[in-house]
């Protein structure tokens, strides 16, 4: 028997990038996976004429690909969307399905990001002052937009420890010309006076409508529903976690503590435990809209659409297909 052809190079790059962070984002890790799984495809077609074992390796790339962050959901729906459209009797038609399934994906996740900020940007009135947290390409979507429609937004963007993605928020949003304001996490609750929504992102949206996203944004939203600001989360359909449809809940990924505290100080402190959860869920009462593509909703009635898109099962076509059988029921992100 012969070898079956080997990892892509690209699968495996892109996997390192997306676990320690120098891909990050659900959106763009989503785009990184797609690209990855079309990488393997060419690669692959070229060095087998077997079809078996062209999707034994698609297989293995999207296993490589899932194994590397637990809670952002567009991964796997990245992976459902391109492995899920595989078919074919020979190598040609399957790369060419696959080829075909990753080009859809990525036209669709640009177009969903920009019908979703126009969408988000209606929410948005001239002179309103926009509360952030993380960085998130679809929040950001709704800004970019709201300043196209020629609104005057300001921004006041929390840092986001430990990883400070608040930084490239405010990088960003300075770029489309908005007044940004940057805060210490702990300062958010003093700002929210001054704030006329907060906008987030999310990671995963669960079928009861609870948001998973940066770790932070559960007390952000607690002490802005306090305030009276009304929080909007932006997140395109591929933020839906379709196994939450069958009571499995979204696993919250734990990063390394090396995050939180440098080795100098850790070691002076001795004997204690440092966690490092880098999501968190805030749960749908605290959230007033969830800004998708197709339209602005409550996040009680998220999973009408979750059904639609996903019927009421989700299936794992990176896992080999006896697996994929006896683990349908089985406990997912
Ligand atoms: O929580 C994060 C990123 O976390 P991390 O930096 O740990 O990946 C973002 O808010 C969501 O992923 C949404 O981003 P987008 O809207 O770009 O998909």
Redesign the pocket.
């Known amino acids: 028997m012969t070898s079956d052809p080997p990892l892509s190079d690209a699968v495996d790059d892109t996997a390192a990038d997306i676990a320690t962070?120098e891909i990050?984002?659900?959106?763009?890790?989503?785009a990184a996976a797609a690209d990855a799984v079309a990488a393997q495809a060419r690669e692959t077609a070229s060095e087998t004429d077997d079809p078996a074992a062209f999707e034994r390796a698609m297989r293995r790339a999207g296993r490589r690909l899932y194994d590397t962050?637990p809670?952002?959901v567009?991964l796997p729906n990245a992976l459902r969307y391109t492995l899920g459209r595989m078919e074919g009797d020979d190598v040609e038609t399957l790369h060419d399905s696959v080829l075909a399934a990753t080009t859809a994906f990525t036209d669709r996740l640009d177009r969903a990001?920009n019908d979703l900020g126009r969408v988000g940007a209606n929410r948005l009135r001239d002179g309103d002052t926009v509360m952030t947290?993380?960085?998130?390409?679809?929040?950001?979507?709704c800004v970019e937009h709201a300043v196209e429609q020629g609104k005057d937004i300001s921004a006041i963007v929390k840092e986001?420890r430990p990883?400070n993605?608040g930084h490239i928020t405010a990088t960003q949003l300075r770029d489309l010309g908005v007044d940004v304001t940057l805060i210490v996490d702990s300062a958010a609750r003093r700002y929210l006076d001054e704030a006329d929504h907060v906008l987030?992102?999310?990671?995963s949206i669960a079928a009861d409508g609870g948001v998973v996203?940066?770790i932070g944004?559960s007390g952000l939203a607690v002490n802005a529903r306090e305030r009276g600001v009304p929080i909007m989360v932006?997140?395109?359909t591929i933020?839906l976690h379709p196994d939450t449809l069958t009571g499995h809940t979204v696993e919250i990924?734990m990063?390394d503590e090396a995050e939180v505290i440098e080795a100098d100080a850790r070691e002076a402190i001795g004997d204690i435990t440092v966690d490092n959860p880098?999501?968190d869920v805030t749960p749908p009462r605290y959230v007033d809209a969830i800004v998708t593509e197709s339209g602005q909703f409550p996040p009680e009635s998220i999973v009408t659409l979750m059904r639609e898109l996903f019927g009421e099962s989700a299936d794992r076509p990176w896992e080999e297909p006896d697996a994929t059988t006896a683990d349908a029921t089985g406990p997912t992100a």
């Open positions: 962070m990050r984002g659900a959106a763009t890790i989503a962050r809670t952002a567009s990001q947290h993380c960085h998130s390409t679809d929040a950001l979507s986001t990883r993605q987030v992102g999310a990671d996203n940066k944004t932006a997140a395109q933020k990924e990063r880098a999501f």
